[in-house]
């Protein structure tokens, strides 16, 4: 899976902002604001990847319970393809 071309990204102090552009093959017209770990999300689907790999990447960047950041991470991604976001 990856972000959709067209979606661009700005960090900001405590977080990142999301919005498409024109480009962007989506109905949605937003700005979508994320907390550091959801920004961490994003800037992964830049680039071609799965969900284990995210997983994985959060695991190691993060101390935490992993059921936790499993359900954090599906909550972002369901959030994403609500917006049509991430190419599958």
Request: with cysteine; proline share 1%.
């Amino acid at each position: 899976m990856k972000l959709k071309k067209g979606f661009c990204t700005q960090t900001i102090s405590d977080g990142q902002v999301m919005v498409p552009t024109a480009e962007a093959e989506t109905d949605f017209r937003g700005i979508v604001r994320s907390n550091e770990t959801a920004a961490f999300v994003v800037d992964m689907l830049k680039n071609e990847t799965t969900k284990d790999e995210i997983l994985n990447a959060l695991k190691q960047e993060y101390e935490g319970d992993e059921r936790k950041m499993e359900q954090d991470l599906l909550s972002v991604l369901d959030k994403l393809k609500s917006i049509d976001a991430i190419e599958e």
